[in-house]
């Protein structure tokens, strides 16, 4: 029987700097990403991450026997929509298929509900990658509609699948 697979949502720290640059400047981890993050992805880009960008929303390492795999975060939205959260999130490719994602994903959920005044959460998600769609479907977000030729991307257009997962859906 397998071990059960264990990892820790945890705050960043300067050590991590290195292990996101060389991670994240692989555009297998990049294509599906939003074009905020910069490909190729240089240290500079995970210095500036680590100190500043990753103050602005809601995000935390996705450790694994104590590596860095990956990072999941969620964006509150603006004005009227600061009650919902944008799901996102990445794992290094030598991380991909142990089930890594799912864990964080119904971590990261739950702790939002629980820690926030977050009542929803949505991860859009582009229309090939279906590794991604299971994994938020396996954490209870449903498929909620999509958007034709919503992303413009490395020059080719995506349909935007938008999955969601609301607060009242957690069952006590």
């Not at 981890?29 to 500079?44: A, D």
């Not at 005044?117 to 229309?127: C, E, G, M, S, T």
């Not at 449903?142 to 020059?155: M, N, P, R, Y």
Request: glycine share 6%.
């Amino acid at each position: 029987m397998r071990d059960a697979v264990r990892i820790t949502l945890r705050d960043y720290c300067e050590a991590d700097i290195d292990a996101i640059h060389q991670l994240l400047n692989n555009y297998d981890v990049s294509r599906f990403l939003s074009s905020r993050i910069p490909f190729p992805y240089t240290r500079e880009d995970a210095v500036w991450w680590v100190n500043t960008g990753s103050q602005n929303e809601i995000t935390r390492v996705i450790e694994f026997n104590q590596q860095l795999a990956g990072i999941i975060g969620v964006a509150r939205g603006p004005h009227e929509n600061y009650r919902c959260g944008e799901l996102g999130y990445w794992l290094g490719e030598p991380f991909w298929g142990r089930g890594l994602a799912t864990l964080a994903v119904s971590r990261m959920t739950e702790m939002i509900f629980n820690e926030t005044d977050i009542v929803r959460l949505f991860a859009p998600i582009y229309d090939c990658n279906k590794a991604s769609m299971r994994v938020v479907e396996k954490c209870g977000y449903k498929l909620e509609g999509v958007a034709k030729t919503s992303i413009f991307k490395d020059g080719r257009f995506y349909d935007e699948h938008i999955y969601a997962r609301l607060k009242a859906d957690i069952k006590p």
